[in-house]
Each structure stands twice: as structure tokens, then as C-alpha cells.
């Protein structure tokens, strides 16, 4: 069975506002080492090595409790007395004085966090069962202490089968993080084509509905599904869209394939029901699509999940009524309509390789900027042009 891509990692719990993170449950393969060198790239061209900060965050797999790493590459996991004077926790790895810098990651999952011309303000907490835990920047947050600083990152696990690693826009769109994952092969993902951010942006600006998504003077863009939230965002934006797909599919058989099994479905009145397996689906709401949560949320099951995650990417391409056999794998077809989420759209336009991670089942059909590699050698993260 493939890596999963979609399970809750335990220690985001302590992560106010934030969307879910990427777990990766590897097959079993070559074993991986225990440390991975990590190198960092500054090409952004407008932001000097000493306006930028680095932090790696995430789970200890020996204690099971959320770590940071320091500059010499030690987790060491989170203790209240972490907070200073200030009532926030400085996690900062600044970069070299000059040129390209560089970290040994040890084995854990978690998040690389990076913030130009201010540090992030990390919290630790008490968490529900008493354990230390930390408070994430939420970028989607007017209130977070964060909300006004330029701040990005990437998703990863590092274990004993490997490295998987992703270049994540699910909750937000702001440094541009390209990804080259070296090992049993060579990958490279999250780089921009030339003016890509710039072209970004305007083209979220020229979408009425999702301009208000645009933070600040270009600062981020946050994902519509934290715009629902803001009440920035309209909470009905797909529910013609919807309304269409769960009226088609009354008349039709929807035919989705997914881990190799075909599954036939049917709707009777909101309910979505599939032949051979699959939990029944109510007809979701726009956050739901956004999310790919509430109705379309995907358990890992191996047939409920794999089912919900291609009616999830349909609906967010817009190609969920264009054709009853799903997934649609030919992306020259997606975000054709008035009606679709023209946040990923403009994110994947503006990628060299077309893939990006603009919702959370962005994976289906392997459209997302995902690599993973069973015995790598070396990560290298370059935070690419501004322009």
C-alpha cells in the first residue's frame, strides 16, 4: 500500500487555527540513515542570509513528544521554560553569514519554517493531557503574532524508510520554497517558473471572489478555506457546483477508481452511495470542498479515504461533472469552470512542473509538489525569486 499523505500528525494538535499536516506512514524498503543533510539556498534576491531565519519543528519519535531542532541539528523537546520574557519561545537556526547553509536533520516528522525580516513567535503550551506542546504561526489568523510576518514552509517525515517531503500551499501561498530531494534518484519540486509569485498574485486579484484572500501588500495569500473562516470568503461559493454534480449523479453512475478498485455510486436525495465498500457521502459544503473535510473527509481505510480524496479533487478542479469516470488524470481539463478554486489554479500555473499542493487531496492523480525518496542522500530547500 502506498504512503499515506493525509493522516493528522499528533503534535499539530497544539496548533491553533491550523489545517492539517502531512504524515507519511511508509512501506517498508531500504532502511534510511539516521541524519539527512540539510542545505539552504537564498535566491529570493531581495532578502539578505541575515533577514532570514530558519526553524525546524515537529515530533520526537523516541519520546513521542513535539521537539524543536537547534543549529548543531539536536531535537530536543519542548519545555515551557522555552518561553522567554516576552511570553514566545525563540526556535530561530539563523542562516550563514554568507552563501549556502547547512543542517543535519535528524529522524522526526514535522514542519521547516522560514520568516524574513522577523523571527517567528513560537508558543509552548499545555495541551490537553498535560504534555508541553507548541503553538504554530497561523498566517490565516489576524490575531496570531505572526500574522504580519513574512513566513513559509515545508512538510516532512524522516524515518527509517526515508524521506518524504512536500512543498505545502494547502493553508497559504507566501516565500517561494522549491524542493530537491537526492538519493535513490534525483527530484525537484515548488520551483516557480520566472515571475511566478508575481504572476500569482495578480492572477488571485483578477478573481473577484478570491482577491479579498490577498494579506497585505503581497505579504500571503491565504487558502478559501481559511477565508470561510476570516469572513473574507463566501461560505456558498461551490454550492451551485455541488448542487449540479449531486443532481447529475441522481440520473447517472459515478464511476470512481481508486487503488485500483472501481467503485459505482449513485445519489438519493443527499446521499452519495457508492457500490463495493465505500462509506455513503452527504453532499458537502463549500468548506467542506475546500478542506476536503466534514463529508469529504477521508479516512485511512484503504477504500472510504481513497474514494472521498478523488471527489474531493474533482469538485476543487471542477471536473467532477464534466465526465462520470473519475479521477479525470488529464489536468489541461481542470479549473475550466467560472465556478473553481482559482487559488490552486494560479498555484499550479506558475509551477516549472505544474504541481503544487493548492488543497489537501491535490495529490490524486500525483499533481502535488510531493517527492519522496527511500534512501536519500541529501535535502536541499532554495527560497527562489520574489519577483
Known amino acids: 500500500m502506498p504512503p499515506t499523505r493525509r493522516a493528522v500528525l499528533g503534535w499539530a494538535a497544539a496548533a491553533l487555527g491550523a489545517a492539517p499536516l502531512i504524515n507519511i506512514a511508509a512501506s517498508g524498503s531500504a532502511a534510511a540513515a539516521s541524519s539527512l543533510p540539510i542545505t539552504v539556498v537564498n535566491n529570493t534576491g531581495s532578502y539578505g542570509n541575515s533577514s532570514i531565519w530558519m526553524y525546524v519543528v515537529g515530533t520526537d519519535p523516541a519520546s513521542g513528544k513535539q521537539a524543536y531542532v537547534n543549529g548543531s541539528g ?117 520551483t516557480l517558473k520566472a515571475g511566478g509569485r508575481s504572476a500569482i498574485f495578480s492572477a488571485i486579484a483578477g ?65 452519495l452511495t457508492f457500490s463495493g465498500g465505500p462509506a455513503p457521502f452527504s453532499k458537502p459544503s463549500t468548506q467542506d470542498v475546500f478542506y476536503c473535510n466534514g463529508a469529504l473527509a477521508a479516512p485511512n481505510d484503504g477504500v472510504t479515504g481513497p474514494v472521498a480524496a478523488v471527489l474531493g479533487a474533482g469538485l476543487n478542479r471542477s471536473v467532477l461533472n464534466s465526465t462520470p469516470n473519475q479521477p479525470v488524470t488529464d489536468s489541461s481539463q481542470y479549473y475550466q469552470g467560472a465556478v473553481t478554486n482559482h487559488y490552486s489554479a494560479a498555484i499550479h500555473a506558475s509551477m516549472a512542473d505544474g504541481k ?32
Open 207 to 271: 478573481q473577484s471572489d478570491f482577491a479579498p484572500l490577498i494579506v497585505g501588500d503581497n505579504l500571503r495569500v491565504i487558502a478559501p478555506g481559511h477565508g470561510i473562516d476570516a469572513g473574507i470568503f463566501s461560505s456558498t461559493y461551490f454550492d451551485s457546483y455541488i448542487n449540479d454534480a449531486w443532481s447529475t449523479y441522481t440520473n447517472t453512475d459515478l464511476v470512481v477508481t481508486a487503488n485500483n478498485v472501481t467503485y459505482t455510486g449513485r445519489v438519493s436525495g443527499d446521499t
Open 74 to 190: 539536536q531535537l530536543t523537546d519542548v519545555s515551557l521554560s522555552l518561553n522567554g520574557s516576552d511570553g514566545y519561545a525563540d526556535l530561530s537556526i539563523p542562516l550563514a553569514g554568507s552563501g549556502n547553509s547547512n543542517l543535519n536533520l535528524p529522524n522526526m516528522s514535522g514542519r521547516i519554517y522560514f520568516s524574513i525580516n522577523d523571527k517567528l513567535k513560537f508558543k509552548v503550551v499545555t495541551d490537553g493531557n498535560g504534555n508541553p506542546a507548541l503553538q504554530y504561526p497561523a498566517g490565516w489568523v489576524t490575531s496570531d503574532p505572526n500574522y504580519n510576518i513574512l513566513h513559509d514552509c515545508v512538510e516532512f517525515t524522516f524515518n527509517g524508510s526515508g524521506m518524504y517531503c512536500n512543498a505545502t500551499q494547502v493553508d497559504m501561498f507566501s516565500i517561494p520554497l522549491a524542493l530537491n530531494l537526492t538519493g535513490a534518484s534525483n527530484q525537484t519540486t515548488g
Open 356 to 387: 503544487a499542493y493548492g488543497f489537501p487531496f491535490d495529490d490524486v492523480c500525483s499533481y502535488a509538489s510531493y517527492v519522496q525518496d527511500t534512501a536519500p542522500t541529501a535535502l536541499s530547500i532554495t527560497l527562489t525569486s520574489f519577483s
